[in-house]
């Protein structure tokens, strides 16, 4: 769908945006576009093993990640200084009001637990591309030799044919010969399309848990020190 959509416009990107982290005060919207080398794959339909890596194309460059930049209209940048310099904004000085240490919530463990639920599964995917790419290598290792020794054999009865004075192998009935070869497939009609969707969306989820995990102890951390530091005002 994003090779339709750039291929209609230049300027079509995937928007990936994540409510949730956007409510704890995370900024989390990314814009994404197809390289350059993935779209002319996209539009030749070739996404093999020879041609991805004729192209120098991985999981990790298929997609370029643009960077965003949100900026307001002149009237709401008016608007905000308004408010700023007339206080209605300071809630914090109102009577009995005490701001919540929204960007201290934990996150939630569900979602963690989902999180690595489907790593798992991501694993068990991946042991399977692994032992998929692994037969598919030892398939084009064979057909490769028995390409190599046809067409010795052809130059061979070539030579054999030209002693004897008989008419020769053309060029043309040599590569009928070698079509009837039996070629090493990768088996999926997309090719390694699908196995870098998979891939994108398992480091994906890594990087979301290790990311997480690492600001759940930074405030875990950041409270201890703040409890240690009012026990000892105290």
Not at 39 to 56: H, K, Q
């Amino acid at each position: 769908m994003l090779f339709a959509f750039q291929q209609s416009s230049t300027h079509a990107v995937a928007l990936i945006y994540d409510p949730l982290r956007n409510k704890e005060g995370k900024f989390a919207l990314r814009a994404y576009v197809l390289s350059e080398n993935a779209e002319g794959l996209m539009e030749n339909g070739d996404w093999s093993p020879a041609s991805v890596m004729a192209n120098g194309i991985d999981f990790g460059n298929f997609l370029e990640e643009l960077e965003v930049v949100i900026k307001n209209s002149h009237l709401a940048n008016v608007l905000l200084a308004q408010l700023a310099k007339s206080g209605i904004v300071k809630m914090e000085q109102r009577q009995g009001f005490q701001p919540a240490p929204t960007n201290l919530r934990m996150s939630r463990l569900d979602d963690i637990e989902k999180c690595v639920r489907l790593m798992v599964k991501d694993v068990d995917i991946m042991q399977q591309v692994v032992n998929h790419h692994r037969k598919f290598s030892h398939d084009a290792f064979r057909a490769q030799i028995a390409r190599e020794n046809l067409t010795k054999r052809m130059e061979m009865e070539n030579r054999i044919r030209e002693e004897e004075g008989d008419e020769l192998l053309t060029s043309e009935e040599m590569k009928e010969l070698l079509k009837d070869l039996k070629r090493a497939e990768y088996g999926s009609g997309t090719g390694l399309l699908d196995t870098f969707v998979q891939l994108k969306n398992a480091s994906t989820r890594a990087e979301f848990v290790a990311t997480t995990c690492a600001e759940d102890m930074a405030k875990v951390q950041l409270l201890d020190d703040s409890a240690q530091e009012e026990e000892q005002q105290a």
